[in-house]
Nanobody
């Protein structure tokens, strides 16, 4: 059974930083691309970032490019999202997602990702 367990969400002031982590189990972690998806309050989910199976290739939504960094440690079955220069519009539930593929393809969320974690809340507010 695939399990994705996120942590690291918190309340942070604008301009601050957070590092999200996702520990994966139940599948061969380094066979698959991974990603982060967020859902702001009252809105639908939006793709944030993706990373290929070995971490060599990374992809970002325009809204977070230059501020967020995705990475993975395959020896620890762990995915990360370093978030800097946080803004109020980054407030959302953040989900770790497992891809169906070994690299980011760019399909709809439903087709691109087959497993989601339970989410970790990030709130950016003064």
């Amino acid at each position: 059974e695939v399990q994705l367990v996120e942590s690291g969400g918190d309340l942070v002031q604008p301009g601050g930083s957070l590092r999200l982590s996702c520990v994966a189990s139940g599948f061969t972690f380094d066979d698959y691309a991974m990603g982060w998806v967020r859902q702001p309050p009252g809105l639908g989910p939006e793709w944030v970032s993706g990373i290929n199976w070995n971490g060599a290739d990374t992809y970002y939504a325009e809204s977070v490019k230059g501020r967020f960094t995705i990475s993975r440690d395959n020896s620890k079955n762990t995915l990360y999202l370093q978030m800097n220069s946080l803004k109020s519009e980054d407030t959302a539930m953040y989900y770790c997602v497992k891809s169906t593929y070994n690299d980011y393809v760019g399909l709809t969320l439903r087709l691109e990702y087959d497993s989601w974690g339970q989410g970790t809340q990030v709130t950016v507010s003064s």
